[in-house]
């Protein structure tokens, strides 16, 4: 059997419906593609309208997609997202905290604003998501239903360079834990997933950005000695939606090859960037355009 098929049977989510923030690009489109292979609906949001438009349209053949535009740091829009979703569904099962701001700096060349903005998308971003739809859950006693939220390992290890991210990371997991033991009475799930080093142009151009990826070459901090791969993740997170794991509610799984265990903080290498060399690179990932 290959790898590659889903781990779940087929029609496993049938009949859920599912949101996903910046389910458009990386990461977010994988876990969406599998969630319709195993027939459950999909919206996809985030910023961009043309890439989450187009996004959705290559995505339509595996199944119902709706992408809906969303800044999530904007209440409003947060709210309208939903009502969209409740709209065209009826109904949401879960959500998926997927849409992520980042990029590599020494902390001390970093603005107010430039902190602010990581911790609005990620833990905000979370924040705002989680509030409407478990507010319209709670409200409506409608039960089995999951959150799931992205971090990454350096929520509990922390690591330089990466400092606003760590923070809200590590925000969202304290979010996931609380609400786990609060709203499980309501039935309500929430749990995160904590990924190592997968190759995406989002994550890779801002944190790897030139020839920082064959300087840094992430494989070698991983006792597996590879990057991981997108179904994999996928299979993960799809397990973590299913009814297949009702009893799991509170818990951070990680899938990131040992990464964390050999060399916590993943990014406190970039120590042996020379400092002069940050100004080239803070152009570089500027520069980036897209996800
Ligand atoms: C220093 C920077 C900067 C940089 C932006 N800023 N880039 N400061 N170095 N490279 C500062 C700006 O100068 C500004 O502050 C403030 O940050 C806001 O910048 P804007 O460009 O106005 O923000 P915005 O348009 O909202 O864009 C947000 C963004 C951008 C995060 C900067 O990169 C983005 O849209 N990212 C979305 C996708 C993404 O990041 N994906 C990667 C996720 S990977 P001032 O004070 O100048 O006004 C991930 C992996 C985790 O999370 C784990 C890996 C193992
Ligand atoms: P990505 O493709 O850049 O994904 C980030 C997504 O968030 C994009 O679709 C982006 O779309 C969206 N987004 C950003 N700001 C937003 C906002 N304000 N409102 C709504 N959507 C917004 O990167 P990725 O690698 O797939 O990352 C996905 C998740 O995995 C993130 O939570 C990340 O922290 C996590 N993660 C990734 C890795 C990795 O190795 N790749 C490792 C650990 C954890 P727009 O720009 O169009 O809005």
Same mark, same amino acid.
């Given at each position: 059997?290959?790898? /590659?098929a889903?781990?779940?049977?087929? #029609?496993?989510?049938?009949?859920?419906?599912?949101?996903?923030? #910046?389910?458009?690009t990386?990461? @977010?489109?994988?876990?969406?593609e599998?969630?319709?292979?195993l027939?459950a609906?999909?919206?996809? &949001?985030?910023? /961009?309208?043309?890439?989450?438009?187009?996004?959705?349209?290559?995505?339509?053949?595996?199944?119902?997609?709706?992408?809906?535009v969303?800044?999530?740091?904007?209440?409003?829009?947060?709210?309208?997202?939903?009502?969209? =979703?409740?709209?065209?569904?009826?109904k949401?099962?879960?959500?998926?905290?997927?849409?992520?701001?980042n990029?590599i700096?020494? &902390?001390?060349?970093?603005s107010s604003?430039?902190?602010?903005?990581?911790?609005?998308?990620v833990?905000?971003g979370?924040?705002n998501?989680?509030?409407?739809f $478990?507010?319209?859950w709670?409200?409506? $006693?409608?039960?089995d239903?999951?959150?799931?939220?992205?971090v990454?390992?350096?929520?509990?290890t $922390?690591?330089?360079y990466?400092?606003?991210?760590?923070c809200? /990371?590590?925000?969202v997991?304290?979010? &996931?834990?609380?609400?786990?033991?609060?709203?499980?009475?309501? #039935?309500?799930?929430?749990?995160?997933v904590?990924?190592g080093?997968? !190759?995406? /142009?989002?994550?890779w151009?801002?944190?790897m !950005?030139g020839?920082?990826?064959?300087?840094?070459?992430?494989?070698?901090?991983? !006792?597996?000695?590879r990057?991981?791969e997108?179904?994999?993740?996928?299979?993960l =997170?799809?397990?973590?939606l299913?009814?297949y794991?009702?009893?799991?509610? @509170?818990?951070?799984?990680?899938?990131?090859?040992?990464?964390?265990?050999?060399?916590?903080?993943?990014?406190?290498?970039?120590?042996q960037?020379?400092?002069?060399?940050?100004?080239?690179?803070e152009?570089?990932v500027? $520069?980036?355009? #897209?996800?």
């Amino acid at each position: 059997m290959s790898a /590659k098929a889903p781990m779940l049977r087929e #029609g496993a989510l049938n009949g859920m419906v599912v949101v996903i923030t #910046g389910g458009g690009t990386g990461l @977010g489109r994988a876990m969406a593609e599998q969630c319709l292979r195993l027939g459950a609906s999909v919206c996809i &949001t985030s910023r /961009k309208k043309e890439s989450l438009d187009k996004a959705a349209e290559e995505m339509s053949a595996l199944g119902t997609v709706l992408p809906v535009v969303c800044d999530v740091r904007d209440w409003e829009q947060v709210e309208a997202m939903r009502e969209a =979703v409740l709209s065209r569904f009826g109904k949401a099962d879960a959500l998926v905290n997927n849409a992520a701001g980042n990029f590599i700096s020494p &902390t001390e060349r970093l603005s107010s604003k430039a902190f602010q903005t990581i911790i609005d998308i990620v833990l905000m971003g979370s924040v705002n998501c989680t509030l409407s739809f $478990g507010k319209h859950w709670i409200a409506q $006693g409608e039960r089995d239903r999951a959150i799931l939220n992205i971090v990454t390992t350096y929520a509990w290890t $922390g690591s330089g360079y990466v400092v606003p991210s760590a923070c809200a /990371k590590a925000g969202v997991l304290a979010l &996931t834990r609380s609400l786990a033991a609060e709203w499980g009475r309501h #039935g309500i799930r929430c749990n995160a997933v904590a990924p190592g080093p997968f !190759p995406t /142009k989002g994550a890779w151009s801002r944190l790897m !950005p030139g020839e920082l990826v064959e300087k840094f070459d992430m494989r070698k901090k991983v !006792p597996l000695g590879r990057l991981g791969e997108h179904h994999e993740l996928a299979d993960l =997170v799809t397990f973590l939606l299913s009814p297949y794991s009702a009893y799991i509610n @509170g818990e951070v799984v990680t899938i990131d090859g040992g990464e964390w265990l050999k060399g916590a903080g993943q990014f406190n290498l970039l120590e042996q960037i020379e400092p002069g060399m940050w100004d080239a690179i803070e152009q570089l990932v500027r $520069g980036t355009k #897209g996800s």
